[in-house]
């Protein structure tokens, strides 16, 4: 296990003590702030320590590969400082937990995050107070002397020899997560056709059910399984595994322990996901989120940076069916985002300041209210009722949540005046890795 460099421990410290400075410079206007809104709150009957304590209990995975620079297709832009090995993404993700303190689960990606030592990493997790969340499968990618090439496919693929080889590399990710420590696999596959006529639409999503049948029977106790759909891309006329519909379908053909994965950039534009959402937790299979944002394809855009009414409508149904107590509701929250012009770790961290946010707003929305002018069919107060939670600025809880929780009051001025990039540029060479895609 790589030995947690000297300056990397002095770091860390050095974080805490720039946490503790910063927040003790911001603590009395905080408590003016956080006051006013308490005394606002409390005229509502609504208990302002309790929206703190709820922030305080959110989580959400942060992806491995979100702290990386991203890229599209057409160009991927070097990162100074960029971190060359999962190690080296897990030190990047403490800072994000560190001023955060809601993100400690870490979504793994394999092959990009194949540890040598599944034991060390798993150590060097827990060292930092971080744990692997979900296990990500790539049969979207060929590696080097793949000779069963995805092209044309992977657990949907016309040749047996393919699917195998997808399958086993799936049965490998179950294998690493055990050993890591993860609770639940992801499986978003790209396969599908450019051209009417290439994919046969029904034979195709039966060899891909066939697939994951092998995959679902090998889940390790305890662990869920995660669909991911997605409309279009890699594939740009038909996508097997295509929405929410297919992805219901197969979930409920393998087993209770299958679930349907919701990346808020994965459907048209304009489909109405927060009412996709509320069907997957009314037929119980919504397993989880890769909350981003988007305002024309899969932009994976830092959440709530685009739609952050759409991602508040989100967390109104998710905190409908939380305070009503629906059976079996226990979503897993990760982000999946693509950092192509931002520091990734300040995009990881104000994403998961605005997905407490809009939890926290929901929780302000008056229920009682909201169902009255439903029953009423009073669909202006109805709205209202909703706008007034969303326009209710809760950053003083948000703040004071991270403060109570050891976090940082403003996470954004503590980072940047820590240095943290730039001591990391001067620690990481640049791998200066020119090139386009994702990651
Ligand atoms: C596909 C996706 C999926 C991944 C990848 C990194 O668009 O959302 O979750 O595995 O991005
Ligand atoms: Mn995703």
Redesign the pocket.
Known sequence: MPQRPFESVIFCELIDQHIQDDNQARAASLAEDYGHLARQLTRRGVDIDDLVRRAMAFRVAVPS?GVGAGGTRFARFPLAGEPRDVFEKLEDCEVVFKLTRVTPGISL?IPWDRPSDAAALRAFAHGRGLFIDSM?SNTFQDQPGQAASYKFGSLSHTDKVVRRHAIDHNLECLDIGTRLGARSHTV?IGDGGNFPGQVHFRRSLERYLQSMREIYAALPDGWRLFI?H?FYEPAFYSTVLNDWGTSYHCATQLGPRAFSLV?LGHHAPNVNVEMIVSRLIQFGKLGGF?FNDSQYG?DDLDAGSIKPFQLFLIFNELVDAERSGVPGFDPAYML?QSHNVTDPIESLVTSAVELVRAYVQAHLVDRDALGAYQEANDPLMALQTLKQAFTTDVAPILAMARRRAGGAIDPIAVYRSSGYRRRKTAERPSAARLGAG?V
């Open positions: 590969w990606h990500n978003w991911e997605k990346d890769h899969d999946d994702i």
